[in-house]
């Protein structure tokens, strides 16, 4: 029997075998149709998974990546099938890219669930493709072959190297200090995305690539740094290829068996010491539970623990200087692994089937002779430590994440100041700029309701703008606080995914006004409401009675979210909070409940 006709027989018991070869030989009839002989179609099937699409210029050379990967399939003895799932751009995805995550993993889990394939090559990269595609993959549970599209390489402004997105913020928060005027931001435009590929330093997609490298499932040299638009990239597109046939002579490949919690452990390690996004953090905690035995064995304090024990090695934007491009030619994920050794866990299985300690050992880092300006060395780290902290208080109960290390005003790292708060992105927008706006340097700025719920994807509104007053003073960082998340391409002092979220009923963060006084102590990891206990009490019981009474002559479009259609009604009844990864509750390896039953209806 041709081999795509056994791949399409699974031992169905309630099907007879006359009818189950006809229904085989059937869909082998349909797939001759594209062209295909019986001796191609006995080749293990290994699906390619194509996220092109026009909005989506992080992923503009997929085209290319996909006869790279077809290469390396046939030279090896597959046969190679590439299929659509969806692609997700952080600029073009409404209300937020976020929102369709959980949507672009169920499409992943269940195409390769669906389809006669063996094994699949997964072709991400823009921030909410890779952690989709891992959430997928591993509920799907066969064997897997990530392949990142790479970064894009950086711009130039007068002589300056740029790239989106850290270069993006400080040139539009000199625009708005009055610093540079509109035709300078018009040409720095020109340049912050000078090439396909995803952002060019550290942000979320570059940090998902590392951690997926430090979860054994990258190339280590190139994997995860070789820039979209190089030919190193499509060298590694085509060993994705080897590697996925080859995953199917080896035992234990599927990522389920291959992923294990020290897997995991060696992920948290490198994004600490890569000092990468916060986004990584609700991601992999998706991934993470996605997992039925490591689900529950990691949670955020794991995260914060595994922070006190790494050092912060890697000097790239927003936390350092340099560039996706400098990283790799530094050796990239190879060279850090390296330096990271003494904290890793070696016998952690990668998808060549060799464990880590085994990969390092065949690939001596002392054959690289690269700088350590760009991967510091154990004993001379960027930072000593806790790159991302997790803080708790009466204010963020189940957590709040910062990245540390991003700060650009440690002092704030300590700090008690007054909320200035803003119940909403609109209510932001309407006031930030203000001059009659109460506020000043110490004044800690509040934002609600950009929650998994309160907005649906929580959107990167995290990274509140300084108020104009304050910025044409040179006020360049202020405590920021909110439950939503903020780009991995940004910087300052910002708390971020409090939870639960302000539109949780129950939420003290919720009841947090203009005037409260807010302590953070990062040593401490605290962050809490100075309020009497009896107050915030109050607060609470009043503002549940104000939504009671506000539910029953709502008009549209504040529907109760119980009956809104759709996928956003699937939405806002399913997702979890940021401490749990904000996936749905019924897709968790657990399938535990959604979101809190206590949200307002927005
Ligand atoms: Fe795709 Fe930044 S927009 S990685």
């Known amino acids: 029997m041709p081999r795509f006709v056994a791949v399409l027989a699974p031992e169905t018991p309630s099907v007879s075998i006359n009818n189950a070869e006809k229904v085989h030989i059937v869909h082998s009839v349909f797939i001759k149709a594209l062209g295909y002989s019986d001796s191609a179609l006995s080749s293990p099937i290994i699906g390619i998974i194509n996220t092109y699409s026009s909005f989506n210029p992080c992923h503009s050379n997929v085209p290319q990546l996909i006869e790279s990967v077809k290469r390396g399939v046939l030279a090896s003895g597959g046969l190679p099938v590439d299929f659509p799932t969806i692609s997700i751009h952080e600029s073009f995805a409404s209300p937020t890219s976020m929102y369709l995550r959980n949507l672009m993993s169920m499409d992943t ?34 064997p897997v072959v990530p392949l990142i599209t790479g970064p894009m390489m950086p711009g130039s402004v007068q002589g300056s190297r ?58 280590l040299r190139a994997g995860a740094t070789a820039a979209a638009v190089s030919s190193a990239r499509l060298r590694v597109a085509e060993q994705a290829g080897r590697n996925a046939v080859a995953m199917l002579t080896k035992d234990q490949m599927k990522p389920q068996d291959l992923l294990t919690r020290e897997s995991f452990i060696n992920a948290i390690t490198v994004l600490q010491a890569i000092g990468g996004s916060t986004n990584a953090v609700v991601h992999l905690l998706a991934i993470i539970n996605r997992h039925p035995r490591v689900a529950g064995t990691i949670d955020l304090k794991t995260f914060d623990e595994i922070g006190k024990k790494t050092p912060l090695l890697v000097d790239l934007k927003p936390s ?34 060799q464990t880590l300690g085994e990969v390092l050992e065949s690939t001596p880092f002392k054959t690289f002779p690269y700088s350590r300006q760009i991967i510091r060395s154990l004993d001379d780290p960027l930072h000593p430590a806790s790159s991302l902290v997790v803080l708790y208080g009466n204010v963020c109960p189940n957590g709040a994440v910062m990245k540390a290390s991003a700060s650009k005003n440690r002092k704030l790292l300590h700090h008690r100041g007054s909320a200035c708060v803003f119940e909403d992105t609109a209510d932001l927008a309407r006031r930030i700029d203000d001059p009659d706006l109460e506020v000043t340097e110490d004044s800690v700025l509040v934002l609600k309701s950009i929650g998994p719920v309160g907005n649906p994807g929580m959107p990167e509104a995290g990274l509140i703008p300084i108020p104009q007053k304050l910025g044409r003073k040179g006020v360049l960082d202020m405590l920021r606080i909110s439950d939503g998340r903020m780009s991995g391409t940004a910087g300052g002092t910002i708390l971020l995914h409090i939870s639960p979220e302000s539109a949780d009923l129950d939420s003290v963060f919720g009841v947090v006004q203009t005037g409260d006084k807010i302590v953070c102590d990062v040593e401490r990891r605290l962050l809490s409401l ?62 535990g409940p959604g979101g809190s039953k206590n949200i307002e209806s927005r």
């Open 109 to 142: 889990e269940e195409m390769i669930k669906a389809q006669p394939v063996d094994a699949v090559v997964m072709i991400g990269g823009c921030d909410k493709t890779v952690p989709a595609q891992l959430m997928g993959g591993i509920s799907a549970n066969k």
């Open 162 to 219: 740029v790239g989106a997105c850290t270069d993006c913020r400080s040139y539009w928060a000199k625009y708005r200090a009055g610093g540079i005027d509109v035709e300078d931001i018009m040409s720095v435009n020109e340049e912050l995305a000078p090439t396909g590929g995803t952002c060019g330093v550290m942000g979320t997609a570059s940090t998902m690539a590392c951690v997926t490298a430090g979860l054994g499932l990258l190339e």
């Open 320 to 353: 350092g200087d340099n560039y996706m491009t400098d990283f790799h030619n530094a050796g990239g994920m190879l060279a850090l692994l390296h330096t990271l050794r003494p904290l890793l866990h070696l016998d952690a299985k990668t998808i060549t089937g």
């Open 530 to 591: 100075d309020v009497e206990q009896d107050e915030i009490a109050r607060r609470i019981a009043e503002r549940k009675q104000r939504a009671q009474t506000a539910t029953h002559d709502r008009p549209e479009p504040w529907i109760d979210r119980h009956d809104r259609r759709g996928y956003r009604g699937l939405y806002e009844r399913e997702v979890n909070q940021s401490h749990l990864g904000c996936d749905f509750g019924f897709l968790t390896a657990n399938g």
